[in-house]
T-cell receptor, first 111, second 121 residues
């Protein structure tokens, strides 16, 4: 089955700096890679996703890059704000199949 | 669109009682819903896949007789924790899968509910 690893487990950045979270996956057949943001006591919210036919996707301050050859993908948050503080999860899946989640990254943005 | 609700948002029960958690897709139909369990500061652990009109598929190590799943309609799945014990205390999260075609591209996305905090005394 698929194995998704996520690093770092915790990340602290100063407000305005960038944050990068990286994930690797093992199954080369995986073709969909979403990122979720989870605030304390709430369910995960999809913030951005990328499919295997695309190398990069950007949505305002958030971007995701995918390297299929190396089987890794990354979340980039620029100009971080205190409200970006949360736990972020990456996931990998094949079309129609279950999602495999990373172990999460707790991001703290220091004002 | 793609809103998933859960009820209740939190519940406290006595050991030995059963608790039912509902998961609803509010503005779309979901043939497949997933139930996850999450311990503090840990990732989501898939418990089971719930398919409308058929039996749920449980992950290895999850007791199907303890965690009863019913997916009787395209918008509702329920998880019943039977004879709950303190070790069942956790954050239970459901998700609904949305699949389809956008032009020539197929998609497969999951939208999560807000979670249910279960505390068993």
């Amino acid at each position: 089955g698929e194995n998704v690893e996520q690093h770092p487990s915790t990340l602290s950045v100063q407000e305005g700096d960038s944050a990068v979270i990286k994930c690797t996956y093992s199954d080369s057949a995986s073709n969909y890679f979403p990122w979720y943001k989870q605030e304390l006591g709430k369910g995960p919210q999809l913030i951005i996703d990328i499919r295997s036919n695309v190398g990069e996707k950007k949505d305002q301050r958030i971007a995701v890059t995918l390297n299929k050859t190396a089987k890794h993908f990354s979340l980039h948050i620029t100009e971080t704000q205190p409200e970006d503080s949360a736990v972020y999860f990456c996931a990998a899946s094949k079309t129609g199949n279950q999602f495999y989640f990373g172990t999460g990254t707790s991001l703290t943005v220091i004002p | 669109g793609a809103v998933v609700s859960q009820h209740p948002s939190w519940v406290i029960c006595k050991s030995g009682t059963s608790v039912k958690i509902e998961c609803r897709s509010l503005d779309f139909q979901a043939t497949t819903m997933f139930w996850y369990r999450q311990f503090p500061k840990q990732s989501l652990m898939l418990m089971a896949t719930s398919n409308e009109g058929s039996k749920a598929t449980y992950e290895q190590g999850v007791e199907k007789d303890k965690f009863l799943i019913n997916h009787a309609s395209l918008t509702l799945s329920t998880l019943t924790v039977t004879s709950a014990h303190p070790e069942d205390s956790s954050f239970y999260i459901c998700s609904a899968r949305v699949t389809g075609l956008a032009g020539l591209r197929s998609y497969n996305e999951q939208f999560f509910g807000p979670g249910t905090r279960l505390t068993v005394l």
